[in-house]
């Protein structure tokens, strides 16, 4: 099993060409027909007004594929001019791994330097290498989902409700499911890290809401109260016969500025940003037209029930998780069933809220839970 291995992209030979202007960016993988090759293409985006020469100085980037293979050069591909304050720069290459067993390989671009700063949601963002990761499984014939390019650079003002758009097709018309997250930091061959001084962009002023439409990927941000930039991580989850077949991070940054027509009595109330929390559910079960899931008692004071009903046959997935994000107890039921049921925590948990996350059928389902 082929598990933990990281995909480096090293900015060694572009270097500080990059200044301060790298903005985000994602991988994506393409599986050769009915081989062990894949072509990997990494995104970057950058800050066209200010870094325009850097990016057209960077031609090329040395690359770890994580399998114990010399690093090779990748040669920039393409770079275009989205719009006058946004440059997408496009590198590529293919590499044939050894075998197609039932692991994983978590690929990431690491050690980036010069990201872009002054983030008044990650304060050291300027001394922190650039990161993301996508999970691939080259035991199963795919290719990881393609997001449409940005149309500009993400813009909103404060006191006004602002959407952020990240729509992803996939070529074998797997299921795509969004959810955010913290954003990370690595390097080659070792596991990542959550990046300890990174909050959500609400979590600022602790003003407002900052979700994202599990379906659509559409990020809404309702609303900024602070003026300055914000960077900020999603992920697209493919799913395949109720089984998860990758994982892709994209990180991107946003500028808020303060423009006339704001209206501060429309920022509804602070909530926390819930992170892989998909489908969200109202207090009580889940009830969509081939899938129903119910919890109960809410609230608990020693376990929590979970049946999980369904009109074709599945596994199931369950998780309780702290309102830090940090699993407290994890059940697989990967026999396919029309039904599941289950018994999740104890009478030794803590009282206080939970998140129980069920995952069935290709998609994820969050909700709140109370223990006693």
């Known amino acids: 099993?082929?598990?933990?291995?990281?995909f480096l992209l090293v900015l060694g030979l572009a270097g500080s060409s990059f200044a301060t202007h790298l903005l985000g960016g994602y991988i994506q993988a393409r599986q050769v027909s009915g081989t062990a090759t894949y072509e990997f293409t990494v995104y970057l985006y950058m800050d066209a007004i200010q870094g325009r020469q850097a990016a057209e100085q960077s031609t090329s980037i040395p690359f770890c594929f994580g399998d114990g293979s010399d690093t090779v050069t990748i040669p920039r591909v393409s770079t275009a001019f989205i719009d006058p304050g946004l440059m997408l720069i496009v590198f590529k290459t293919t590499h044939s791994y050894n075998g197609t067993g039932s692991g994983s390989y978590t690929v990431s671009v690491s050690?980036?330097?010069n990201r872009s700063s002054d983030m008044q949601n990650f304060p050291g963002s300027v001394n922190s290498p650039f990161y993301i990761e996508t999970t691939i499984v080259p035991g199963r014939p795919n290719s990881t989902p393609v997001f449409q390019p940005?149309?500009?650079?993400?813009?909103?003002?404060?006191?006004?409700?602002?959407?952020?758009?990240?729509?992803?097709?996939?070529?074998?018309?797997?299921?795509?499911?969004?959810?955010?997250?913290?954003?990370?930091?690595?390097?080659?061959?070792?596991?990542?890290?959550?990046?300890?001084?990174?909050?959500?962009?609400?979590?600022?002023?602790?003003?407002?809401?900052?979700?994202?439409?599990?379906?659509?990927?559409?990020?809404?941000?309702?609303?900024?109260?602070v003026v300055g930039r914000y960077v900020f991580a999603l992920v697209a989850a493919e799913w395949r016969n109720g089984v998860k077949i990758s994982e892709t991070?994209?990180?991107?940054?946003?500028?808020?500025?303060?423009?006339?027509?704001?209206?501060?009595?429309?920022?509804?109330?602070?909530?926390?940003?819930?992170?892989?929390?998909?489908?969200?559910?109202s207090d009580g079960g889940i009830d969509a037209q081939d899938l129903t899931i119910d919890?109960?008692?809410?609230?608990?004071?020693?376990?929590?029930?979970?049946?999980?009903?369904?009109?074709?046959?599945?596994?199931?997935?369950?998780?309780?998780?702290?309102?830090?994000?940090?699993?407290?107890?994890?059940?697989?039921?990967?026999?396919?069933?029309?039904?599941?049921?289950?018994?999740i925590g104890n009478d030794q948990l803590p009282p206080g809220t939970y998140l129980l996350k069920t995952s069935a059928r290709g998609r994820v389902f969050t909700q709140k839970v109370l223990k006693r």
């Open 1 to 6: 099993m082929k598990t933990g291995f990281t």
């Open 111 to 113: 050690n980036l330097t």
């Open 150 to 225: 940005l149309p500009g650079l993400l813009r909103a003002s404060v006191n006004r409700k602002a959407t952020f758009s990240f729509p992803a097709t996939d070529a074998e018309g797997d299921s795509v499911a969004y959810y955010l997250v913290r954003i990370r930091k690595g390097d080659c061959g070792k596991m990542s890290q959550l990046v300890d001084e990174f909050i959500f962009p609400n979590d600022v002023s602790r003003k407002g809401t900052f979700k994202i439409d599990a379906l659509s990927g559409e990020v809404t941000w309702d609303a900024p109260t």
């Open 249 to 281: 991070e994209y990180e991107m940054v946003c500028f808020v500025d303060d423009r006339a027509g704001g209206n501060p009595g429309t920022v509804p109330p602070y909530e926390p940003v819930m992170e892989r929390g998909l489908l969200t559910a």
């Open 295 to 343: 919890v109960f008692p809410i609230p608990s004071l020693l376990h929590f029930t979970v049946v999980i009903k369904s009109a074709q046959p599945t596994t199931a997935r369950f998780e309780l998780i702290d309102l830090q994000g940090r699993i407290i107890e994890q059940i697989e039921r990967n026999t396919p069933a029309l039904a599941h049921e289950t018994s």
